[in-house]
Structure formats: C-alpha cells, structure tokens
C-alpha cells in the first residue's frame, strides 16, 4: 500500500556490495552520452545482498526494512545540493510501486519506426512547439498523452521498466544535449537494462524470461520526502531491483540537477 506506516520488527538484513561493478559505468560509449544527457554522476547505482527469501506478498515489508537497516543507511547515496551524501536517517513510510518487467527484447520500440516518430533511418522527427523551438516527435509521444503518436505503444508497453528507463534516458538532465537520431537512446537502454535485470531459461520452453522484480519508491523521513529527493521531480527517480535467487537488490536512481560529473 503506498505510503503506509509499518509497525513490525524488521525480518530482512542487507550488506552493501560495493565490489558489485555495472559493465555500462565503465563503457566509454555510455558515460559520454550520460555526460551530454546530463546525467552524468548523478546517477547512482548500488547494490546490496540480504538474508531471507523475497517474494512478491511480502514487498512492503522488504521495502520499509531496506529503508530502515543501518547498512544501508550508511552506505545508500543520495544527491544534497549537488554532492553525494549518506541517506542516514530511517524512512517512517515508503510508497512503493510495482513496476512490470517482463521484455526481453529491444523490439518493443519497433512501432516508433512506422507511426511518424522516426525516420526509417531512426532519425527523429522535429515538430513545431510554442514553448520548446527544438521539439521533436519522439520527447512529446513520451511526455504528452494528447499526442498523436501517444498510443503507438500501448499502456501496457508503457508501464514496463524497459520503457522508463528508455523514456528517462530519452528526456535526460536538466542541461540535456538531445540526439537527432533514436540509436543512441536505444542502444544505451539496452545496455543499462540488461546490466540491471536477470534473466533466466525457462527449461521446458527454452524462452528466456525475467526473474528480476522492480519498484519504483520513494522514502519519506520525521521531515518528509528524503529518497531518491526532496522535491517531486519526474526525473529524480529511484528503482529497486530484486533478484530473489541470488538475494540480490540494486538502487537504480537518478538526481535531477546540475553539476557534478565525478561517476
């Protein structure tokens, strides 16, 4: 239930791994086009093993523990003023979203090419805009439901972690260098997705599936909303992705902002 209160003594234990490496921080490709999206160290991602087994019923609790154990307290980044400090203070609530991740292929953006977002070629389609004179096809099927080209993918597409993270990528930071072409966008999305999600053969079908489970939350302290920031931003973000067999959770987030470009 989001926001809610929890009373419980607390039944998961967490322990950073900060050995844990993300091959797209360390891909050259991928951290020129974060620093001209704007994005570039201040997004942050960490992750954590803990002790029990995870299931989907019990996802609250999960959630409200990782937000009150002292490891991750005094490990968990978030963004001040531009600088990278501890969260430390224990979450009195969570609002906890159940977010789908179910694909397993970048083909779910194929619609994009026929419905006069994109080129054939992938270059992105420029429109006329009272407000922003550098607009294009692609950021307003995203942002704006009045758009003609909104429904080329469909609510449930729309829902799924691959397309956030595709959409937050595609809208970036606030001094964000926009690209002419959707490739970069796309490439760099599958990259991150496949570096965030675990996926698994299914032994009789021989399909791949996701075993990851992924929320999307935001902890509020004794003074209000404390992660991933203080202030409602749609760019300011924070994911919590669990893998229930290796015991694994990584924090995907993003502060909205200017400044600081150490990874």
Known sequence: MEGEKYAFESIFSFSALPNKKFSFTQDKDVTALLMKWSMLGRISVQSYSFDHNFSSYNRNTFVQCFFRDLNVLSSLRKMDAGVWVPVDKPAVSVSVEVVPCTKVSMDVFDPLYCCGVLRPSGLIVKCFHDVYPDYDELRRM????????????????????????FKHLCLGGELCQYEDTVDPYISTTEKIYKDLVSVTKDPETKKIRVVS??????????????FPGTQEEEQTFAYLIVDPFKRHVTVFAHFYGVGNFMV
Not at 213 to 226: I, L, N, P, Q
Request: proline share 0%; net charge negative; charged share 40%.
């Open 142 to 165: 995203l942002q704006e439901d009045d758009s003609e080209h909104y429904l080329a993918l469909g609510r449930e597409e729309r829902e799924e972690f691959l397309f956030r993270l």
């Open 213 to 226: 489970t992924v929320f999307k939350v935001c902890a509020k302290d004794e003074s209000g909303r404390c």
